[in-house]
T-cell receptor, first 115, second 112 residues
Framework: NSKVIQTPRYLVKGQGQKAKMRCIPEKGHPVVFWYQQNKNNEFKFLINFQNQEVLQQIDMTEKRFSAECPSNSPCSLEIQSSEAGDSALYLC?????????????FGHGTKLSVL | QQKVQQSPESLSVPEGGMASLNCTSSDRNFQYFWWYRQHSGEGPKALMSIFSDGDKKEGRFTAHLNKASLHVSLHIRDSQPSDSALYFCAASEPAGGYKVVFGSGTRLLVSP
């Protein structure tokens, strides 16, 4: 059973609408990753955090994607203006600090459908 | 662009058979490898890691790493229908790196 909790499991939005999904990492895990998994099952790294600070992120030049991991609150990933191409499974994962290459613990994901 | 390639794309084995999955990295910075399994409707779950050349065995699963050729493989002995899933190879840089790159996946079907 996943100890990384993602909500909602399913999200349906119209084009141009805002889409927001949340993730509660496993207790004690300071590192959080967001990945997008497309219909071909390919993973695209989006962003990761250690505690509240961004470690790495893709070039979100479209600025449609934003993410944060505030203290004492769930992490979140938000798409400001959804497009059909954003339809995918959004996976959140957490881990211990990658000092010895810890495994990632994934949630069930949020399946976004943009109509 | 750093990539991790997997083969085959799909694999079908009979129950009790051996399944062999392959993974090749195109970047020598990737030194650490994990295998993940994803059942339908779930997130991926880590199976096992391999960081050193040679074989590593955990139950029915054996991973093999050849750093010179950047090739990793996963062998599943006595395959069970419950092993039917997507399998991903994930590669990362040496300690302190937070970049984890996933391969394209292999879909395994174990038929009773």
């Amino acid at each position: 059973n996943s100890k990384v909790i993602q909500t909602p499991r399913y999200l349906v939005k119209g084009q141009g609408q805002k889409a927001k999904m949340r993730c509660i990492p496993e207790k004690g895990h300071p590192v959080v990753f967001w990945y997008q998994q497309n219909k071909n099952n390919e993973f695209k790294f989006l962003i990761n955090f250690q505690n509240q600070e961004v470690l790495q992120q893709i070039d979100m030049t479209e600025k449609r994607f934003s993410a944060e991991c505030p203290s004492n609150s769930p992490c979140s990933l938000e798409i400001q203006s959804s497009e059909a191409g954003d339809s995918a499974l959004y996976l959140c994962a957490s881990s211990l600090p990658q000092i010895s290459n810890e495994r990632l613990f994934f949630g069930h994901g949020t399946k976004l459908s943009v109509l | 662009q750093q990539k991790v390639q997997q083969s085959p794309e799909s694999l079908s084995v009979p129950e009790g058979g051996m399944a062999s999955l392959n993974c090749t990295s195109s970047d020598r910075n990737f030194q650490y490898f994990w295998w993940y399994r994803q059942h339908s409707g779930e997130g991926p779950k880590a199976l096992m890691s391999i960081f050193s050349d040679g074989d590593k065995k955990e139950g029915r699963f054996t991973a093999h790493l050849n750093k010179a050729s950047l090739h990793v493989s996963l062998h599943i002995r006595d395959s069970q229908p419950s092993d039917s899933a997507l399998y991903f190879c994930a590669a990362s840089e040496p300690a302190g790196g937070y970049k984890v790159v996933f391969g394209s996946g292999t879909r395994l079907l174990v038929s009773p």
